[in-house]
């Protein structure tokens, strides 16, 4: 008599789940130097490759191109492709003063270098030792095999700001120093305001300092640049509705927001947005349960980390529009957290919400190019379910023995690793 299957997929998932700890424990160990090479290349080749295709830094050109106009005495928002807070305009001025064959290069360079600087801090906020094989030899995997990376290397869209600003903020917030998370999360908002929502981050933890800090440190920025180019109300009565808007049928074709995909498939535009609102309320909702639940054996990390990503995706599936390198803003946290039992990686369910983002994975031709946002908005929806299912339903988070070389068994909170050079290793 043949399983169901629902007997079915909880056995596949907990085979799956328990081959992850195994495969874990071998990626904690420390990388050879060949992989750390090969490593290397991959992400270099990768810059390489971008800086020689002709339509390299197309999303960077608009805000150079609005710091050159400030530069001229111009307004930048007479350009309706520039959409971000006048603060960003004084960011970009090192960019329009260096020659273009300079930036073709160091552009790409430094994409690849943000998004590092994201993997990095997230790597450190779990524990895990940079010099493990998950540390060398996942980011040139994940660079890779997902293709928003490399789409993100070369637009050279500021995305990579956030994507490095959310770890190393939560890297800070996990030492207490919740002042300091603020101050990076603000700088990055200066740059581009696509971490506006993690003040609700700052709302639930009631750290008053930081979110003083993340508000703040853009205003003050972005007075400055108001201040330095005429007609800095454009802002608000050309730029801002057309944001807004969704901007036009230019960005419709990769706005993966359910807002503007359910339409392209028939639905009510009215009932899209209904959908949309609901899934960012129920988001937000299970961003607060998931902060009301510590976990007994977690050090605060991955409810940090969970918490953070439930908000930010909340914010994607109502923002307009919602491309696909967004999720880059949490992909980093939340494969950093397959290092703790019951984390989301340690799900199939996640990878299969990744599958429409596998670089080498063929496609019908129907979903490629100008109907790509139908993977893309399967990929955040996913996502979005999935951390809010985990949130809604939590997990049990046991203690295990953990045995350190030279000195007897003892009972630890859960621990993602220790240093590489150490002979202690963790149970999972």
Aim: charged fraction near 15%.
């Amino acid at each position: 008599m043949g399983l169901r299957p629902g007997i079915w997929l909880r056995r596949w998932d907990a085979r799956v789940r328990d081959s992850g700890s195994r495969l874990v424990d071998w990626l904690l160990r420390p990388a050879s130097l060949p992989w750390r090479l090969v490593s290397l290349a991959v992400v270099l080749g990768i810059c390489v490759s971008t800086s020689l295709r002709e339509n390299w830094g197309s999303d960077n050109a608009f805000v150079v191109k609005a710091a050159e106009t400030l530069l001229d005495g111009g307004s930048p928002y007479e350009d309706k492709r520039f959409l971000y807070l006048p603060s960003a305009v004084l960011m970009a001025v090192p960019e329009a003063l260096l020659p273009q064959a300079a930036l073709r290069w160091v552009l790409p360079v430094g994409m690849s270098g943000l998004l590092g600087i994201g993997w990095l801090a997230a790597l450190r906020l779990f524990s895990v030792p940079l010099r493990s094989r998950f540390a060398v030899v996942g980011f040139a995997v994940f660079a890779l095999a997902y293709k928003p990376y490399v789409n993100l290397v070369l637009i050279g869209n500021w995305t990579a700001i956030s994507a490095a600003a959310l770890p190393v903020a939560l890297l800070l917030a996990r030492r207490r120093a919740w002042g300091a998370a603020g101050l990076v999360i603000g700088l990055a908002i200066a740059c581009k305001p696509m971490l506006v929502p993690l003040g609700v981050l700052f709302l639930f933890a009631r750290q008053w300092r930081g979110l003083a800090a993340a508000v703040l440190v853009p205003l003050g920025f972005s007075l400055a640049g108001a201040l330095l180019m005429p007609s800095p109300s454009l802002f608000f009565t050309k730029t801002l509705p057309f944001l807004l808007g969704g901007q036009d049928a230019y960005a419709l074709p990769w706005d993966a927001s359910p807002i503007a995909v359910l339409p392209r498939l028939g639905v009510p535009e009215p009932v899209a947005v209904a959908v949309a609102f609901a899934g960012a309320g129920a988001g937000l909702w299970a961003a607060w349960v998931r902060w009301r639940r510590p976990d007994g054996a977690d050090g605060g990390e991955l409810r940090l980390a969970e918490t953070a990503c439930m908000v930010m995706l909340a914010a994607f599936l109502v923002s307009r529009p919602s491309f696909d390198h967004y999720l880059l803003v949490v992909l980093p946290l939340l494969l950093a957290s397959a290092v703790r039992e019951g984390s989301m990686p340690r799900s199939p369910w996640f990878w299969l919400a990744l599958t429409p983002q596998v670089a080498l994975l063929p496609w019908p031709s129907e979903l490629a190019h100008k109907r790509r946002a139908f993977k893309d908005c399967a990929t955040l929806c996913g996502l979005a379910f999935l951390l809010a299912r985990r949130a809604l339903r939590p997990s049990r988070v046991t203690l295990e023995p953990v045995t350190t070389a030279g000195s007897p068994p003892r009972t630890e909170p859960e621990c993602a690793a220790t240093p590489a050079e150490s002979a202690s290793r963790t149970a999972f």
